[in-house]
């Protein structure tokens, strides 16, 4: 039940801050630390947030940070411009973009996740925001 | 722009499609993966690390307890599993506000209530001018408008670096290096938090200067900071009971500075330092023990004596704190102390997993959040001195690995791929191969981004690479050939001979 819960929104934080050929050594990380700890996991009020962290902390790649790309052969659904854009952000906003926007985290989750606080997260989105609406050439939807 | 994205809400938008694409395309992860009842997808030191912690679980069910695995058990107290810390994100905030004297400062400080001893802490501060007056601060130097420390309750007004001693306590005698290191660890206490622009560096050198810029009525400053909670061996400072204080310091005028300041509004706000759940309680000895036994530090303490100044008896600070999930040594000798020895110890099995020199009072180079000194030296990595190659041993025929091309100048790419066997994991070792045989000429070494920089060592002096991580080579390895002398050489991606290609450098 607790996996069911926590699994897919945990694969998909992962998905993209990892390479996908490494997420599931990182989803099984977080899972055996859950296990291991469960009597403290049980009791969290975000456990996939604390599970993200558990994941990035073990995922000692090289690659950590990376943001693949779409599937290539899915449907072209996502604007090619927009992935060297999310790549040219700086690494914590991308992970902010990410979680808040691809993920659905609040910004008080992705700041327990990035230890980072709350103000820095919603700082780094705005400022993301920003460079991505400048790198697209759109404008701020009012 | 294509017709999919028109507005920032559907930039938004794009990014969950992208999320959604990604995440469907990593298949779902399968709670019986951990009981083994099936094949894991993962690599073999996963499995076992998987197979390790159900065992952990087997123990702590039968026993309530979690024991760390060591070699040294006989020294680790075994840690109740129920009492393995949480650690809450929530954030805490305190606000200050100056009275009349200050002209209505207001400092605020947030940071997390609780942190993970050995890991970083952010903290935010904000210095509202809520006064009817313009109040300047020095923002000379490094633009630093509050000074933030972190510490145990009570001891934040003794600033000082928690790497290391403040004092030198060492007389690099290995001998003394234990009672050195516990007398060190009674030293660790508040810390000055650094600028973000700064993280991870152990001095800043900010002078300051008249540079005043004001802080208008109504106008605030933000100011982020972060701070190392490192942790001796033994029971945590203060029990864990921490607080972080957010001072700021202004003038009434520019002239003022610096001998007529305002009276400092301060902010100060508690926080719980918990206990890593890998840091169990070892004696200082057990981890002491085999960095002495390791032999890189004690190796290194004859080089940093000045040459000819026998009146400059050396003598170095240490420090032996927890940071991220390990025991972390800094060694810094009083004379010539630009450079700092740092060794990691791993806390499972009380073993030395890497020795560097670090240059400057920066981050060592493998400190994921640090922030990167331009043109600043990189570390040293110390390994034991390796033997080259036997002359002939693994270039012409029978070598071990093929280059292609065979013939390159300097500065165009080469690609090597090994025959046989397996390869040191982001390291490739260039020997010159003259009629007397073969020598180092230097080192390509992986950086973290995955694209290889050149290292040599001095004249007449061996060179030092990493431990060698073994991986079969997946693809055949691209360098760019470094700028060295024509002639024969010939690349090892193995530390021995197994894996050797010869090549030519040519004008």
Known sequence: ?142 | MSELERSSDDVTAAVRRWADDLADSVPPFQPDMLTGREPRPVSDHRRMLSVAAAVVVALAGVGGLVWVSSNRTADVVPIDSASLPVVDGALVSATATGDAATTGIEVTVEVPGQVLAGSRATIDVTIRNEGPDTVFWQAGGCAIPATVVVGPVGETDVYGPVRMSRDPVWDGDPATFATAVMSAGDMVGAQVAMPISMAGWADRACGANSAMEPLAPGEQLDYQATAEIRVPPGPLPGDGAYETVASFVGYLAVGDYPQQPLAPVEARVGLTIVGSPARSTVPVEAVTAPIVDDGRLTAWIPTTVIPGRPDLEQHYLVGLTWWRDGWELWVRPQWNGSEAMRVRVDPASLTVVDARIVHGGTAADDEPDAAVVPGGTPDEILTQPISPPEAGGGAGAGAGATATPSVVRAGEQITVAAHTGQICAGIALIYTVTADGTREAGLLLDDVSGSATWHTAPEGSPITIPPCQQVDQQSPATYIVPNLAPGNYQLCLTRESEACAPFEIIT
Do not use: I
């Open chain 1, 1 to 142: 039940m607790f996996v069911a819960d926590v699994e897919p929104g945990l694969r998909r934080a992962l998905s993209g801050h990892l390479p996908v050929d490494l997420v599931p050594d990182a989803l099984s990380e977080a899972f055996v630390y859950a296990w291991v700890h469960w009597v403290q996991v049980r009791k969290m009020e975000n456990p996939g947030g604390y599970l993200f962290r558990v994941a990035q902390s073990r995922s000692r790649s090289r690659r950590q940070g990376l943001l693949a790309g779409p599937v290539p052969s899915a449907m072209p659904a996502v604007e090619p411009a927009l992935v060297t854009a999310m790549r040219s952000l700086p690494g914590q906003q991308r992970s902010v973009v990410w979680l808040v926007h691809g993920c659905g985290w609040s910004h008080r989750e992705v700041a327990a996740a990035l230890d980072v606080s709350a103000s820095a997260v919603a700082t780094h989105l705005s400022r993301a925001l920003v460079r991505l609406r400048e790198h697209l050439g759109v404008a701020a939807h009012e």
